[in-house]
């Protein structure tokens, strides 16, 4: 077995290992910047020097045999490993530190605090993106994530920020103007949001029964951002973090007008590939937002 290793081309494994990640051998040749007849013919002369089939070859597609997901695995680690050792032995700190998370967390909470990062490590600069798509920091050209989850994501390494919850948020005139005493109170409200997270958050509150019908939401909106700015323009009453919303809540032009809060998995993360734990420029922005998370960590 060593005597083939040493004759296969690292080239034929970097080929091989787009193609089954991508299950496609036209995707991996679209990657990898080479012609599709190419990525074919470099696949079926790795299979000659193993003797064995690799993929097994359909009208539309292709899969994986069982050796071919063997070397799948074992292959796709070590680009990684490579990519990772190639990266810590050119990187010097300086550079372009890419940053993906949700629309809200980056708008309310993370933006307005990069700067001071920003202003500590002067040789790095942020690109921050936002998505609700689920990033593989594996293979795309992201650094870092921000995402709420369990922090169980095979091959990262994860640290929690801070919990990812949402409560009613209004203007103090609404509050006013609606009386709002009791969590009971908000079923006859204005209310902004889906139904299915107001039933959540009502259940939280301890209000399980309803004495006459409760009035529809006015406004649902994609993201958490938007619903709370009708809030903000006084349209009703939203549900809100408390934390990523914490500024209004502090200047006085959000109000919680009500203590229980609707947990949402189990927090926010931050999270990167295990084996680029020493990148210095990770390593930098780990520790700052950990010192930035640490007073909304409970």
């Given at each position: 077995?060593?005597?083939?290793?040493?004759?296969?081309p690292?080239?034929?494994?970097?080929?091989?290992?787009a193609?089954a990640?991508?299950?496609?051998?036209?995707?991996?040749?679209?990657?990898?910047?080479?012609?599709?007849?190419?990525?074919?013919?470099?696949?079926?002369?790795?299979?000659?020097?193993?003797?064995?089939?690799l993929?097994?070859?359909?009208?539309?597609?292709?899969?994986?045999?069982?050796?071919?997901?063997?070397?799948?695995?074992?292959?796709?680690?070590?680009?990684?490993l490579?990519?990772?050792?190639?990266?810590?032995?050119t990187?010097t700190?300086?550079?372009?530190l890419a940053?993906?998370?949700?629309?809200?967390?980056?708008?309310?909470?993370?933006?307005?605090?990069?700067?001071?990062?920003?202003?500590?490590?002067?040789?790095i600069?942020?690109r921050?993106?936002t998505?609700?798509?689920?990033?593989?920091?594996?293979?795309?050209?992201?650094?870092?994530?921000i995402?709420?989850?369990?922090?169980?994501?095979?091959?990262?390494?994860?640290?929690y920020?801070?919990?990812?919850?949402?409560?009613?948020?209004?203007?103090p005139?609404?509050?006013?103007r609606?009386?709002?005493?009791?969590?009971?109170?908000?079923?006859?409200?204005?209310?902004?949001?889906?139904?299915a997270?107001?039933?959540?958050?009502?259940?939280?509150?301890?209000?399980?029964?309803?004495?006459?019908?409760?009035?529809?939401?006015?406004?649902?909106?994609?993201?958490?951002?938007?619903?709370?700015?009708?809030?903000?323009?006084?349209?009703?009453?939203?549900?809100?973090?408390?934390?990523l919303?914490?500024?209004?809540?502090?200047?006085?032009?959000?109000?919680?007008?009500?203590?229980?809060?609707?947990?949402?998995?189990?927090?926010?993360w931050?999270v990167?590939?295990?084996?680029?734990?020493?990148?210095?420029?990770?390593?930098?922005?780990?520790?700052?937002?950990?010192?930035?998370?640490?007073?909304?960590?409970?």
């Amino acid at each position: 077995m060593s005597d083939v290793l040493a004759t296969v081309p690292l080239s034929a494994i970097r080929i091989f290992e787009a193609a089954a990640r991508l299950k496609s051998f036209t995707r991996a040749a679209e990657e990898l910047g080479i012609t599709q007849a190419a990525v074919s013919w470099q696949v079926k002369a790795l299979e000659r020097r193993l003797d064995q089939a690799l993929f097994q070859r359909l009208p539309r597609e292709v899969v994986l045999t069982p050796s071919g997901e063997r070397l799948a695995r074992a292959s796709s680690e070590a680009v990684n490993l490579l990519r990772a050792a190639i990266s810590d032995l050119t990187e010097t700190g300086e550079g372009v530190l890419a940053i993906t998370t949700v629309n809200s967390l980056a708008a309310h909470w993370l933006a307005p605090r990069i700067g001071a990062f920003q202003v500590a490590h002067p040789k790095i600069a942020v690109r921050l993106e936002t998505s609700n798509r689920l990033v593989d920091l594996a293979h795309d050209s992201i650094d870092i994530a921000i995402r709420a989850g369990h922090g169980q994501w095979p091959g990262l390494e994860a640290h929690y920020l801070f919990p990812n919850i949402q409560t009613p948020l209004c203007t103090p005139d609404m509050r006013d103007r609606l009386g709002l005493t009791r969590p009971e109170d908000l079923l006859t409200a204005p209310r902004i949001g889906s139904e299915a997270e107001w039933a959540v958050w009502f259940s939280e509150a301890g209000v399980t029964s309803v004495l006459g019908p409760a009035a529809p939401t006015r406004l649902m909106a994609d993201t958490q951002t938007l619903e709370v700015a009708s809030a903000l323009g006084g349209q009703g009453v939203a549900l809100g973090s408390p934390i990523l919303f914490s500024p209004e809540i502090a200047a006085g032009r959000l109000v919680r007008p009500f203590a229980p809060v609707m947990p949402l998995g189990h927090g926010y993360w931050l999270v990167y590939p295990k084996d680029r734990r020493r990148s210095p420029k990770i390593a930098a922005f780990r520790e700052w937002l950990l010192v930035q998370a640490a007073p909304f960590a409970s």
